[in-house]
T-cell receptor
């Protein structure tokens, strides 16, 4: 089954404690991306990756890092989380008709 | 950059009713997509529709690219249709999202 697996689903952490949200896809897609969703807004892109070792900033990259060492994995790293990064995060794989989203990670930073 | 606006922001209907959701976009886009976010937060890809009309069961979508709008039609609504409907424009390696239409279907 084609899927995008995100972990964890829920996370509560404290300000400044580094964390990683993992994302893995089994569709051999070259393109992957990360979005955040905040109340009253649509999703906004954080970072995207066109292929292994190729990443670029989206609209809201501040405070985030990503890496793409393997085609299937695209982790999102928050090195020093702050309360304004409390949000619902989605990883996406593929583009166009092939967009597939993970189940989301609800992050709370206190 | 491209702006995407959706209307109405909220819609409450009785089961069995029909509805039309609208999406306006400010500039030419490579394609337009519709998504449904269910009450558990999961995002489902409904339509990839850069132009023309597509139908999938009780749902259909029409995009008029020259006039920069898209419509999503839901007929004979069911309670499982509840959730938030988003349109998103594909531009420069990202999706630009509208704020969504929150749809509540009452039994």
């Amino acid at each position: 089954e084609a899927q995008v697996t995100q972990n964890p689903r829920y996370l509560i952490t404290v300000t400044g404690k580094k964390l990683t949200v993992t994302c893995s896809q089994n569709m051999n897609h070259e393109y992957m991306s990360w979005y955040r969703q905040d109340p009253g807004l649509g999703l906004r892109q954080i970072y995207y990756s066109m292929n292994v070792e190729v990443t670029d900033k989206g609209d809201v990259p501040e405070g985030y890092k990503v890496s793409r060492k393997e085609k299937r994995n695209f982790p999102l790293i928050l090195e020093s989380p702050s309360p304004n990064q409390t949000s619902l995060y989605f990883c996406a794989s593929g583009r166009g008709m092939g967009y597939t989203f993970g189940s989301g990670t609800r992050l709370t930073v206190v | 950059g491209i702006q995407v606006e959706q209307s109405p922001p909220d819609l409450i209907l009785q089961e069995g009713a029909n509805s039309t959701l609208r999406c306006n976009f400010s500039d030419s886009v490579n394609n337009l997509q519709w998504f449904h976010q269910n009450p558990w937060g999961q995002l489902i890809n409904l339509f990839y529709i850069p132009s023309g009309t597509k139908q999938n069961g009780r749902l259909s979508a029409t995009t008029v690219a020259t006039e920069r709008y898209s419509l999503l039609y839901i007929s004979s609504s069911q309670t499982t249709d509840s959730g938030v409907y988003f349109c998103a424009a594909d531009s420069n390696y990202q999706l630009i999202w509208g704020a969504g239409t929150k749809l509540i279907i009452k039994p």
